[in-house]
């Protein structure tokens, strides 16, 4: 009797864990090698605000590049004056920590943005330093929880949560992640402070179907909302127009066009 017990047990496990025809680690690993565009070049509407409130409303330049599959961003502030010319550049690496700089207009000069600094507000926004990048799938643990769910403008969406393997390395307990089956972008994220509350939430608001060289179709996230639950505070980034897969020189992605702005 014991023995048939144990055997029920053990099946009930195994009909559990293939519940779902695809785990979390499987989905967020097709979300991070997601088809990005060879080349784009935006405009970016950034707007501030508090409880609903607009505070502020930047206009920003944005260059993109994906070569051997890793990213790398320029963004340039053109207006208002407070941060205009203030300059970030993003560089992914493979298996370690993007490298960051950002130029200061106030100080004529490049600095590394350090791993250290990666809570911190990136130029005033409620993105984070580490919130401009892109976790690798192998850093966390990934759980489904739900194989279908509707979630802002978004319907039929995957769930699911990533815990850090090194509670260090995030500033994050962890994450909750809404994501599209088609185009394999995370369109709502939710992320827990380290006492496990709810301190922000990361929401796309529409996605763009894009041609792009070699009949390719690119899905382009266009308007990107990060608010702090926590104290009601918003940035909202909403591309203006964007062009992809027109080349941009690679002196572009160098910190000497972040010292000089050409």
């Given at each position: 009797?014991?023995?048939?017990?144990?055997?029920?047990?053990?099946a009930?496990?195994?009909?559990?864990?293939?519940?779902f025809?695809?785990?979390?680690?499987?989905?967020?690993t097709?979300?991070?090698?997601?088809?990005?565009?060879?080349f784009?070049k935006?405009?970016v509407?950034?707007?501030?605000?508090?409880?609903?409130?607009?505070?502020?409303?930047?206009?920003?330049?944005e260059?993109?590049?994906c070569?051997n599959?890793?990213?790398?961003?320029?963004?340039v502030?053109?207006?208002?004056?407070?941060?205009?010319?203030?300059?970030?550049?993003?560089?992914?690496?493979?298996?370690?920590?993007?490298?960051?700089?950002?130029?200061?207009?106030?100080?004529?000069s490049?600095?590394?943005?350090?791993?250290s600094?990666?809570?911190?507000?990136?130029?005033?926004?409620?993105?984070?330093?580490?919130?401009?990048?892109?976790?690798?799938?192998?850093?966390?643990t990934?759980?489904?929880?739900?194989e279908?769910?509707?979630?802002?403008?978004?319907?039929?969406l995957?769930?699911?949560?990533?815990?850090?393997?090194d509670?260090?390395?995030?500033?994050y307990?962890?994450?909750?992640?809404?994501?599209t089956?088609?185009?394999w972008?995370?369109?709502?994220?939710?992320?827990?402070?380290?006492?496990g509350?709810?301190?922000?939430?990361?929401?796309?608001?529409?996605?763009?179907?894009?041609?792009?060289?070699?009949?390719r179709?690119?899905?382009?996230?266009?308007?990107?909302?990060?608010?702090?639950?926590?104290?009601?505070?918003?940035?909202?980034m909403?591309m203006?127009?964007?062009?992809v897969?027109?080349?941009?020189?690679?002196?572009?992605?160098?910190?000497?066009f972040l010292?000089?702005?050409?």
């Amino acid at each position: 009797m014991k023995l048939l017990k144990t055997l029920a047990v053990a099946a009930t496990f195994v009909v559990g864990a293939s519940a779902f025809a695809i785990d979390g680690t499987e989905i967020m690993t097709k979300v991070f090698d997601r088809q990005k565009p060879d080349f784009s070049k935006a405009s970016v509407q950034v707007t501030l605000a508090k409880n609903g409130k607009v505070e502020e409303t930047r206009n920003v330049g944005e260059y993109g590049r994906c070569k051997n599959g890793l990213s790398d961003v320029v963004m340039v502030f053109l207006s208002p004056a407070a941060v205009k010319d203030t300059r970030f550049l993003q560089k992914e690496n493979d298996g370690k920590d993007d490298d960051k700089w950002i130029y200061l207009p106030t100080l004529k000069s490049t600095r590394r943005v350090a791993a250290s600094d990666g809570t911190k507000a990136f130029v005033g926004t409620d993105f984070s330093y580490d919130d401009m990048s892109t976790r690798e799938v192998s850093d966390d643990t990934h759980e489904l929880l739900k194989e279908s769910e509707d979630k802002g403008n978004f319907k039929d969406l995957y769930v699911v949560k990533s815990t850090p393997k090194d509670p260090k390395s995030s500033q994050y307990s962890y994450r909750i992640s809404y994501i599209t089956k088609d185009a394999w972008i995370p369109t709502y994220i939710e992320m827990y402070d380290k006492k496990g509350k709810l301190l922000k939430v990361n929401e796309i608001k529409s996605i763009k179907k894009m041609p792009g060289t070699n009949d390719r179709v690119y899905n382009v996230p266009m308007e990107n909302v990060m608010t702090n639950v926590q104290n009601g505070h918003s940035t909202t980034m909403k591309m203006v127009n964007i062009v992809v897969d027109k080349p941009i020189p690679d002196h572009n992605f160098t910190t000497d066009f972040l010292t000089t702005g050409r």
